[in-house]
């Protein structure tokens, strides 16, 4: 339970946080299993008010439609998807306190092991074929193989997956300025098409 002499969050900056405890700058995160964590978290908060043993899901669905709408959009996703945190998301978590503010759900390791995932991610970029045509200032030759090679999708791949591998994608190269000029590009050409009209 988040203690009232610490720093009080409003319902959608506590959606935020749950996703990231849940793993959500990772892997996309279900709204049913968030809704267990903010109650977790802070019981009396999201619960009915009639029944306050019970996980109000209303609550918990604006909380997290709040939270997208935040400018800049900390979360992404949607109920049929689940929802990731974006890169400003994750910002905003790594500039809190948690192990201060949310000491008997902070896990000194996670943030540690998300950065590496995080390098190794950008690692991994760096030897893809699109890479070394943008490193090579070929980036017109961009094909859509090298569109499903950056993400490691295939055309078989559901819209959620491919979502959340866009998601993990933005997160790990947001402090790599080619990585995101490239990205961009490959988005802007490739995106629609892959996706098409599967987002829900």
């Known amino acids: ?5 610490k ?15 849940l793993g959500g700058a990772i892997n996309s995160i279900d709204m049913e299993d968030i809704g267990i964590k903010l109650f977790e978290m802070t019981p009396g908060r999201f619960s009915l008010h009639k029944y306050p043993e019970h996980i109000d899901i209303h609550s918990i669905r ?12 900390h979360l992404s996703g949607s109920i049929k998807n ?12 790594n500039s809190l306190n948690l192990e201060e503010e949310l000491p008997e ?25 699109a890479y070394l ?7 017109e030759s961009l094909t859509r193989k090298d ?16 979502l959340e591998k866009i998601q993990f994608v933005e997160n790990s190269i947001e402090s790599d300025g ?17 996706i098409q009209n599967d987002i829900g």
């Open 178 to 194: 080619d990585l995101r000029k490239l990205w961009q590009e490959l988005k802007t050409r490739f995106i629609e098409e892959v």
């Open 105 to 129: 759900f902070h896990d000194k390791s996670r943030r540690g092991s998300i950065t590496e995932l995080f390098e190794l991610e950008r690692e991994r970029l760096r030897q893809t074929s």
């Open 147 to 162: 569109f499903f090679d950056f993400l490691r999708i295939n055309e078989y791949f559901p819209a959620k997956k491919i």
């Open 62 to 73: 604006v909380a997290l439609s709040n939270a997208e709408r935040l400018e800049p959009h």
């Open 82 to 93: 689940g929802y990731m945190l974006t890169a400003p998301g994750l910002a905003w978590v």
């Open 7 to 21: 720093q009080e969050f409003t319902n959608s900056q506590l959606s935020v946080i749950g996703v990231y405890l």
């Open 1 to 5: 339970m988040i203690k009232k002499n």
């Open 133 to 139: 045509l943008y490193s090579e200032n070929q980036i």
